[in-house]
């Protein structure tokens, strides 16, 4: 079924998670031992400011099946494009607070350049066309917002 | 999925010739609904359906651009073709992560 070579852990999920729930998900990928020389993690947290001031918290939506696909389909070419050993990649929907971790990536690879490289390809494509839209909530109300054109030019590196 | 309906005696009549349309975020909103059975009689394309969407509701073309649109799941252009049973969805540009 899996057109994967190496062990990923996608999922997308409503309940808050932890930099070592990250972790547990990644030792459970079960990596070979001694293959791995390089892992880089990143994890993505709601913020004060964005493109308001003064956000207490985020509301995601996303189209679930698709969103899933999307993100499948870029570690999958991302693992074709580095030599990876294994992928993580979580993002969560729903309502979170101020601090509260939103995405989170592990890369695995044999070398620093390649773990490095797909994180940011993997966060650049996911922000380019991952169906899911982020709602700011401040005192004021809650606001849809804007898809960035940085982070649109940023896929042309790629 | 369509081989899955031909074979399938217990669909119902009202979604036997009908593509779901969904909508989501700030286009949701605007529409007032997510979802919706959309009677078709015949395969259109994805600028077909989106003319055929407005003459039935208004909101439509009113919505914020630009609209993305998936057919099934994947990304589509306007001269892709939809068949009865596909799943069809709006949507504004993304912004996760």
Redesign the interface.
Known sequence: MSVFNVPVDIEVFEEPFSQSDLNARYAKLNLVHGSVGAVVTFL?QVRASGDKTDVTGLV????P??TE?VLRQHVETASSRWPLLGVVLV?RVGAMALGEN??GVIVASAHRQAAFDAVQYL?DF?????????QEVTEKGTD????KQTDVDKIGKW | MSTKAVTDTVVPASNSNSIKV?F???LREKMGFSEVNFALSQAVTVADLQVLLGEQYPHFFDLPQPILV?VN???AGPEQLIAIGDEV?F???????
């Open positions: 993505g995601l939506e996303h189209y099946g698709m696909r993002h939103i995405v966060m996911l922000k380019h066309d991952a169906p899911f839209w982020k849809w917002v804007e898809q | 969904l989501f975020a700030r998936a799941q994947e990304f969805a949507f504004p540009p993304v912004t996760g992560g």
